[in-house]
């Protein structure tokens, strides 16, 4: 057994030679739980009055949403400068030009949130039309999971369109930890996006989703090699969905040369790589079903 010691100092060893996994000696990178704190600001902003501790009242709306803003502002923009003070936005900026680079695009991030809101308010009336489960539109946001995944999307989405690194990677995985649908924030989705149970679900990073896009559990929509790793970066490598097209449970569609056309309907536990013409339905085969006597089932049933 290892005397104390001899330990830390195998231990110190392994940090010298894997230094890929080892940040010292310098500034802190991102704060994620910080991160996560700012998220649910933000989705309180986004639906005022359902995640908030006490009732909101709309005189009070100013000053809450102020607030709010202002919180967001604060951290945001400190874990904005961290991230970018390296990164091509802001190669080899001073403190300070990092710090005022990570308030202009915090700002311009905080003028797209009547954006979202907008995009979010399709997608909750998807979930609720599509869903004949759903009590209202208050259960939709309140419980699926998809709506969930999407809100965090949206958000990620549009920190990924500003060149922010990192940040949103971690908002989306955050989502993903909590609910199994991982929706990669390079993806882009358009209106009335419904996750219908969702677990298991993929989006990959250069996916494209048309409007009133219906995907159910299991659905991957994802590259169809990766073998080449980062050789691929910035190639098209994930399927464009349609619009008005519905991906059943357990599908994979893949391929970034793969296109899904408009009102196309893909059933489940397919297999697609390649493209499909609009107005289409694409089934896998029913595999054949062998019934016969269970005898053990049988005599049990006789014995009773």
Known sequence: MNKPEELLNKILESYRKDDMTVRVDEDNYVNKEVLIQVLEEIRKILYPGFFDNNHVRHEY????????????????????????????ICDMCTKSESASKAEELVNAFLSKIPEIREKLSTDVQAAYDGDPAAYNTDEVIFSYPGIFAITVY????????LGIPIIPRIMTEHAHSLTGIDIHPGATIGKYFFIDHGTGIVVGETTIIGDHVKIYQGVTIGALSTRRGQMLKGNK????????????????????????????????????????????????????????????????????
């Open 61 to 88: 709306l100013p000053y809450i949403v102020g607030e709010r803003m202002e919180f967001i502002q604060y951290h945001l923009n400190k874990q904005v400068a961290r991230v970018i003070g390296n990164s091509s």
């Open 237 to 304: 490598r994930h399927p464009t969905i349609g619009n008005n097209v519905t991906i059943y449970s357990n599908a994979s569609v893949l391929g970034g040369e793969t296109i899904i056309g408009d009102n196309v309907t893909i059933g489940g536990n397919t297999f697609i790589t390649s493209s499909i013409e609009p107005n289409m339905r694409v089934n896998a085969v029913n595999p054949e079903l062998e019934y016969s006597l269970d005898k053990r089932a049988e005599k049990k049933s006789l014995s009773q």
């Open 154 to 161: 949206r958000v990620a989405h549009e920190l990924s369109l």
